[in-house]
Each structure stands twice: as structure tokens, then as C-alpha cells.
């Protein structure tokens, strides 16, 4: 640990001014801000269509922020496996209950207050602890550190056994969908003329 | 690379992206109707009916943008842009010509290229739900279960020609090919390619927008500029899809006077392929929808498995 | 780029996201508020790995198990929601408090007509306090 830490960035006080951004942290911030309002609209519209789309542009935004940070493989799947599958299935899942176009009343519970709270607290403690520590630490971002060679390298040098087990993971969840999707013994078998609400297959990757 | 060079780029593959899709939908007319004996257009433009699609662009502005009453208005006019955009993205980094005739050369290409057409499934979704269409939302949530179901299959299919080259980078794929590519990676291509054309919910896989059951799907309420954005971003996906299939399969630029031609050969391979996406039109009736998830399940996936078994097994012997 | 950046979002991201799961009521909402949380989280991962500079890359590489995970429990997630939607007609987690099965499910009538007395009531009290 700490070979790591000598090998991190600066740590002494005031290496760099917050005054004189860089032009990367310029564009960090204005999309941090989008993705943060984006994700804010999508806790608290009462649209439950829109908030999914919302979804979309804080992901999205998030994408932009790996891209920033250099790990550009991660970027690619975070587009792949949230914008192109997560988020179609969760359209998919409030389609399928029925979700209205407009305002629905019930989308917020009782306890918004306190979960306001709650939220707020938590925002304020690990605001002032992550500044407080890391308030002077500088990140490098010279030489590419996420292309896929390099990640090809080291998932399949470093972290082979939990890449494995991550598939039987998949695997299990592939199967329990299944399970859990499939209509019993004709019980619940859709009769003609009917709208037919149960997916017609479960979708995983 | 300075500011110029990528201002060129950009502006040619806009230029491209807003001309090609028009040729592949003119080339739609007459194809089709020369293969029923028909003459297909003749008159807009004079010889052969050649400025039909103007004709029509025309009209389409024309029109009136009808929003209906009950529908989600910001989501329902967001939509055709969001199923457009992906296929420009796309279009910007797929590589027709050696020395980096590319609009922008992306280290991850395959991946790039498969991650961002997914995210066009999103514009069939918001179209068909903010359209407050009972036949609408049934149309986009076909929709939606097509492409998840034949994503799976194309990555796999792209994953074995990467496997191949040994890079994700489209213009090192097509560097690193040889002519015994294209017995080789026989069955992968015929996977990526009719995956494809599910994705672009192009017959024989057009449940979504089948006509007899459920109007035009998603797109049921659309009218004027809007629909017609649809239609280029149809038209766009087919231009996107055979462009690719060239690239990862058939070889790109590689062919006779490669140095100085490349990249007609690369369009050359993108409208053989783009006439067999017509051809098939006019052949195969539409499938049903439960078949079509079968195919997708029980035949292309492990087509595309067994393929890239096959791939690394050759690889493994040849290195 | 200064760490504290992607930090700072990557906190006030993952408050927004505990809003979220505390304040939802639709269980697809709830879903969606953990996948914000999940990735305030991936955020993290990717900038403490880039500064650390880490020669496994444990950084990246959790976020990309992070991320499929977070598509394995999705997937999973809206099944049990649509299964839960099919037999109870219903998508908001304070009403599915009950275990049981489907024959005790299906004779609920009397607790639904409960459910949507207190909704009913919830409703002209928000209208109210508005």
C-alpha cells in the first residue's frame, strides 16, 4: 500500500490551485453538473416514463465522465450494458406495469421528508469527509490507462477467477429470470383476446 | 490532427450520411419494383424517376406535424432524433479507405460501433410509449424485445471476427485480413448480418412494424418531418449494417488497385450487400413474432457460439 | 484533475440515489434509484484508480464487474417485479407487505379495497399540504 501511495499523485498541500481549472476539468464539471441535475430530476419527477429517460442522460453523462478520466473501456460498456440493455429493460418493466403518460400520484411515498433528510445528511458528512481528505490530491491523467489492450491485459492476467465466477453469477441470474418469468402449468395462460402482460421472453447478457 | 482536418471529416460524413440512406431508398423503388415487374417511379426528376426521394422529402415537409392530444408531447417529438443520432455516430467511425479515410479513428471501434447502435432502440421505445397508442406501445415493446434478443448474437458474431484480428479497432480488423477470412468466418457473418437486419426491423423480421397487426407500431402516429426522420434513420441503419458487415467480413478496401480505390471498394461491398437487404425484402414473407424470438435463441446464438469456438480453435492452431 | 471533482460527484450522486430508494414508492423507481447509487460508486472506483495509478487496475476492473452485476440484478429485479405486478396488480413496494402465494393472493379483495382507501387518503392529504 504504500509503494502505492508514493506512486500516486502529489499529496502536499496546494500543489494546484482550484482557481486555474485545466480545460478537462472545465468539461468534467459542466457535464458533473448535467448528470447531477439529470439524476436529481429522476429521483423526484413524478413521471415515471421521464424519470427513466432522465436515468438515461445521468448515464450517459457518466459515460462522458469515465471518457474524461481516460478508462475509455469502461466507458464503452457503461454505454452498452446501461444505456443500450438496463435502461430498455426498466422501459420495458414500467411499460409492462402500466405506467401512465403524465403525472402518476403515487410514484413518491409518505416518508419524503425524511428521506430528504437522510439525503441531505449523508451529502453533507461525505462532502465535508471527501474534501477534507482528498482536497489537495492531484490526478494525473498523462498516458492512457483504460484502452482495451490494457484492459484485456490485466482482466485476463489479474482477475481471472472472479471474471469466472462473475459468469457463473450470470448464469444464475439468466436461470432465475427465467424461472421466475415463466407462467405455471397453464394456470396463468393468456386467453385469447386478451392483452397479454407477462414478457414473452427474459432478456440477459 | 488539426482543427480543419476534423471539421473535413465531420462535414464528409454528414455529407455522407445525409446521401447515401437516399440512395439505398431510391435504389429500394426501383429494385423492388423491377423484381414485381413493375417500373417503380419515373417521372419526378425525368430520367428513371431519379429525384422520387426529393419528391417525397418535399412532401414530407409539407405536412403537418400532427402531435395527438393525449400524447406526451417533449417525449414524442424527442424521439426520431434519438433513434437518428446513433446511426451518425456510427457512420463516423466506420473506415472506407486506407491511410485513414475514417471520420474518426476510435481504439475500441467494434465496441464503440454495437454500443452506441443500441442505444437507438431507445427512440423506438419513447416513440411507441408517448404516442398513448395501444398499437404503438405493443409495436415498441416488440421492438425492444427484437433488439435486446439479437444484440446478443451481433456482439458475439463481432466478438469472433475481433478474435480473428486480434484488435477491436476497425481500421486495424481490416488491416490485419486475408482473403480465407471470408470461408472462415462464414457463419459469423451470416449471424451479424441477419442480426442485423433484426435490429433494423427490416423483412423478413418486421413484426414490430407489421402492417396487418398493428398499423406501423411505434411509429403508428407519426406524420410529416417526423416520420420521415424514421425513415431516414431505416434507411441510415441499412447504410450503417452493410458498411459494417463489409468491413468486419468481406474485407473492406482489400480488392484489386486497393492503394488508389480503396474505398470504392468499400462502397462497392456496401451496396452489393445493401441490394441483398432489398432482395430479401421482395422474397421472404414476414415471420411471426414467437418464431422470430426462437430463431434468435435456439439458431443464431449458437451459430454464433459454435463460430467463435471455431475462431479460436484456428487461431490457437495457426499462431 | 483535481480528485476531489470526481469525488464530490461521485458522494452527491450516491445521496441523490439514497433519496431516491428512501422517497420512491414505484418499485421500478426504487430499482432505478439503486442503479444511481451503484454507479456514484463505479465513478468512484475509476478515479481512485486512475490516481492510484494501480498496476492490477482493481479500480476498473470492479467497476466492470460492478456493472454486470448491476445488469444481473436489474434483470432479476424487474422479474420479480412483473411477477409481483401480474398476481397483485400492484407496483409499489408499501403494499406488497403480505407473504403468501397466489390462492391467498387471489381472495385480497378486502385488503385492496384497504390499500386503495389508504392511497385515496394519502392522496387528499398531499392535495391538502399542497
Not at chain 1, 498541500?13 to 429522476?42: C, D, H, I, K, N
Not at chain 1, 453469477?169 to 415463466?182: E, H
Not at chain 2, 395527438?68 to 417529438?77: I, L, M, N, S, T
Not at chain 2, 484489386?256 to 441483398?276: I, M, N, Q, S, Y
Request: include cysteine; proline fraction near 4%.
Amino acid at each position: 500500500m504504500s509503494t502505492l501511495l508514493a506512486a500516486a499523485g502529489p499529496l502536499e498541500p496546494a500543489a494546484r490551485s482550484y482557481l486555474s481549472p485545466t480545460g478537462q476539468e472545465v468539461v468534467f464539471l459542466l457535464v458533473g453538473v448535467l448528470v447531477l441535475g439529470a439524476a436529481v430530476v429522476s429521483v423526484t419527477t413524478r413521471r415515471l416514463v421521464h424519470a427513466a429517460l432522465w436515468l438515461v442522460v445521468a448515464l450517459g453523462g457518466l459515460a462522458v465522465e469515465f471518457l474524461l478520466l481516460t478508462a475509455e473501456f469502461v466507458a464503452w460498456v457503461q454505454v452498452l450494458v446501461y444505456l443500450g440493455s438496463v435502461i430498455v429493460l426498466v422501459l420495458f418493466g414500467l411499460m409492462l406495469t402500466r405506467a401512465p403518460i403524465g403525472r402518476s400520484p403515487d410514484a413518491d411515498s409518505g416518508n419524503r421528508p425524511a428521506a430528504l433528510a437522510v439525503g441531505l445528511a449523508s451529502a453533507a458528512t461525505l462532502v465535508t469527509l471527501v474534501v477534507d481528505a482528498f482536497r489537495s490530491s492531484w490526478i494525473d491523467l498523462s498516458g492512457a490507462a483504460g484502452t482495451t489492450r490494457v484492459t484485456g491485459e490485466y482482466l485476463f492476467s489479474h482477475w481471472v477467477l472472479p471474471f469466472e465466477a462473475l459468469s457463473v453469477l450470470l448464469l444464475a441470474a439468466l436461470i432465475g429470470a427465467i424461472v421466475l418469468s415463466r407462467t405455471q402449468g397453464g394456470r396463468a395462460r393468456p386467453r385469447a383476446g386478451k392483452l397479454r402482460t407477462a414478457p414473452t421472453k427474459p432478456k440477459e447478457r | 490532427m488539426n482543427l480543419l482536418d476534423t471539421l473535413l471529416r465531420c462535414v464528409g460524413t454528414l455529407v455522407a450520411f445525409l446521401v447515401l440512406p437516399l440512395v439505398v431508398g431510391q435504389a429500394e423503388h426501383k429494385v423492388m419494383a423491377h423484381m414485381q415487374g413493375r417500373l417503380g417511379p419515373m417521372y419526378a426528376g425525368g430520367f428513371h424517376g431519379w429525384a422520387q426521394l426529393v419528391a417525397d422529402g418535399v412532401k414530407f415537409v409539407q405536412k403537418e406535424n400532427i402531435v395527438p392530444a393525449g400524447a406526451d408531447r417533449k417525449v414524442f417529438q424527442l424521439a426520431p432524433a434519438v433513434a437518428l443520432l446513433p446511426y451518425l455516430l456510427v457512420l463516423l467511425v466506420i473506415p472506407v479507405g486506407p491511410d485513414g479515410m475514417v471520420g474518426q479513428v476510435v481504439d475500441a471501434g467494434i465496441f464503440f460501433v454495437l454500443a452506441v447502435m443500441g442505444v437507438g432502440v431507445l427512440g423506438a421505445l419513447m416513440a411507441g410509449w408517448a404516442s398513448a397508442n395501444k398499437f404503438s406501445l405493443l409495436g415498441a415493446l416488440r421492438t425492444a424485445a427484437q433488439l435486446m434478443s439479437y444484440e446478443l448474437p451481433m456482439l458475439l458474431a463481432a466478438a469472433s471476427v475481433a478474435m480473428a484480428a486480434g484488435t477491436v479497432s476497425l481500421p486495424g480488423i481490416v488491416d490485419a485480413f486475408h482473403w480465407w477470412w471470408v470461408p472462415w468466418q462464414l457463419i459469423g457473418a451470416f449471424v451479424f448480418f441477419t442480426a442485423g437486419l433484426a435490429e433494423l426491423q427490416r423483412p423478413p423480421f418486421d413484426m414490430p412494424v407489421a402492417d396487418s397487426e398493428i398499423i406501423f407500431g411505434a411509429y403508428t402516429e407519426y406524420t410529416g418531418l417526423r416520420f420521415a426522420l424514421f425513415l431516414l434513420s431505416e434507411y441510415a441503419g441499412i447504410v450503417v449494417l452493410c458498411g459494417l458487415t463489409s468491413v468486419l467480413f468481406l474485407g473492406g478496401w482489400h480488392g484489386p488497385l486497393e492503394d488508389d480505390l480503396g474505398w470504392l471498394w468499400t462502397l462497392v461491398k456496401t451496396f452489393a450487400l445493401a441490394f441483398v437487404v432489398l432482395w430479401l425484402r421482395v422474397t421472404y414473407p414476414r415471420l411471426r413474432e414467437d418464431q422470430l424470438m426462437r430463431f434468435a435463441w435456439t439458431v443464431l446464438i449458437p451459430l454464433a457460439l459454435a463460430q467463435l469456438a471455431l475462431t479460436g480453435i484456428i487461431k490457437v492452431a495457426i499462431s | 484533475m483535481h480528485l476531489a471533482y470526481p469525488a464530490v460527484l461521485a458522494v452527491l450522486l450516491f445521496s441523490v440515489g439514497v433519496y431516491g430508494v428512501l422517497a420512491r414508492r414505484n418499485v421500478i423507481l426504487v430499482l432505478m434509484s439503486v442503479e444511481l447509487m451503484l454507479n456514484a460508486v463505479n465513478l468512484n472506483l475509476v478515479a481512485f484508480d486512475v490516481w492510484l495509478r494501480d498496476t492490477l487496475h482493481a479500480g476498473q476492473a470492479l467497476t466492470l464487474f460492478t456493472i454486470t452485476i448491476a445488469a444481473a440484478e436489474i434483470g432479476l429485479g424487474l422479474a420479480i417485479v412483473l411477477l409481483v405486478y401480474r398476481t397483485r396488480r400492484t407496483a409499489a413496494v408499501d403494499e406488497v407487505t403480505a407473504l403468501g402465494d397466489r390462492h391467498e393472493a387471489d381472495g385480497q379483495g378486502a385488503d385492496d379495497q384497504g390499500a386503495d382507501d389508504h392511497e385515496a387518503a394519502d392522496a387528499a392529504k398531499e392535495q391538502a399540504a399542497a
